[in-house]
């Protein structure tokens, strides 16, 4: 009987999944239908058709239920984001004051190794703005939006591993999806990219428009992964742990063990991207403007991952670090790549909660020697 109930429950609940799943479906096609069918309607309509004339009454037609899309995408966020993309929308919106920034004196920046890494709820005055995929472009942006409106920290901390210093990740669709940047910051970010520089793909600033005209494709993942109108309090419950952590994020999904190979097993040798080199720069050079105590960091690999680093990529690393703290004499930089046991990582990337509470422990340990 047990089992029958049991089985009867999760047969009922997929078939809730599906339903709303197909409603999803159904709302985000019918866009798409909406448009074909008007075009369909207004050449039946006009046998005299000129595609002029059709231009015009199609925009008439599609406009309106462009604008409803235009105004759910733009008003209500919080409805359908995944939780990545919450991520990047809370740093954007603590930045404008909607959510309270606690007074810190140790602002952390980086990537989501940093978050999955440190529990910053034990480490005095310390808050984090690192996020998933983060290059120097986007922390540079919030560092400098940050200090536009806050007291400088007496520190800033800054971690990259070396993936995010050669590619992006982040920078389309989490953090222009999400308004990180105006238009100035993006005219700003391509002055500064080099034209043999593909590290934004092509044609960047088309891209830049069709995010901030919400178009359709760019959003619809995450309006089916929410049901439409789904994730609201799952975000809200998001929020208020990052509050409580101090800027920090739960990364979910982490095993007690991890042996595979990360991303940067898979380069033959370091080379840095210039664009993100050019904000690397700007990052510290801001940093000592604000008088700030800057030390960048790496975080461990696992074991297995380390084993399989070439050896001119370690070292083309280490060559980039040292050239790094000559240019900026006045930060503390590691220039040394470094890993801990498999059983601490809960994937190819990320430490677990047993890694984590190590490496706090062993970071404070080495930050109260740096004092």
């Known amino acids: 009987m047990f089992v029958g109930n049991s089985h009867e429950t999760f047969h009922s609940a997929n078939i809730k999944k599906i339903r709303k799943s197909l409603s999803s479906i159904f709302i985000l096609c019918l866009f798409h239908f909406y ?69 810190a004196n140790k602002i952390f920046l980086g990537e989501s190794r940093v978050n999955a890494g440190i529990d910053f709820t034990k480490i005095p005055g310390a808050y984090s703005f690192a996020s998933g995929g983060a290059t120097p472009i986007e922390m540079f942006y919030i560092l400098k939006k940050y200090l536009k409106n806050n007291k400088s ?59 901030k005209a919400d178009y359709l494709s760019y959003y619809q993942s995450d309006v089916l992964y929410s049901n439409v109108f789904g994730n609201l309090s799952k975000n809200k419950a998001m929020i208020d742990s990052m509050l409580k952590m101090r800027g920090g994020r739960y990364h979910r999904g982490l095993k007690d063990s991890c042996s595979d190979l ?71 930089i590691s220039d040394s790549l470094y890993s801990y046991p498999d059983k601490f990582f809960g994937d190819e990337s990320h430490l677990n909660s047993k890694g984590k509470e190590i490496f706090t422990a062993r970071f404070l340990r080495k930050y109260k020697k740096s004092e």
């Open 262 to 332: 990360n991303h940067e097993t898979k380069y033959a040798r370091f080379t840095p991207s210039p664009l993100l080199d050019a904000y690397f720069n700007k990052i510290l050079a801001l940093c000592a403007k604000n008088n700030c105590k800057t030390i960048f960091f790496s975080m461990p690999v696992n074991q297995s991952s380390y084993k399989n680093l070439k050896a001119e990529f370690i070292a083309g690393y280490a060559t980039y670090m040292r050239q790094k703290q000559k240019q900026f004499p006045n930060c503390i």
């Open 153 to 211: 920290p007496d520190t800033v901390f800054v971690s990259f591993s070396p993936r995010f210093l050669s590619e992006t990740f982040a920078f389309w669709h989490f953090a222009v999806r999400n308004n990180l940047f105006d238009f100035s910051e993006m005219n700003e970010i391509l002055k500064e990219k080099q034209a043999e520089d593909t590290v934004l793909a092509c044609l960047p600033f088309c891209n830049f428009i069709l995010y």
């Open 35 to 103: 448009v074909i069918l008007s075009v369909s309607i207004l050449v039946s309509m006009n046998k005299d058709f000129t595609w002029f004339k059709i231009l015009k009454k199609g925009v008439l037609f599609i406009a309106p239920l462009y604008l409803l899309w235009v105004l759910y995408i733009e008003s209500m966020p919080l409805y359908y984001n995944r939780p990545t993309n919450t991520r990047w929308y809370f740093i954007k919106e603590s930045l404008k004051g909607t959510y309270p920034l606690p007074d």
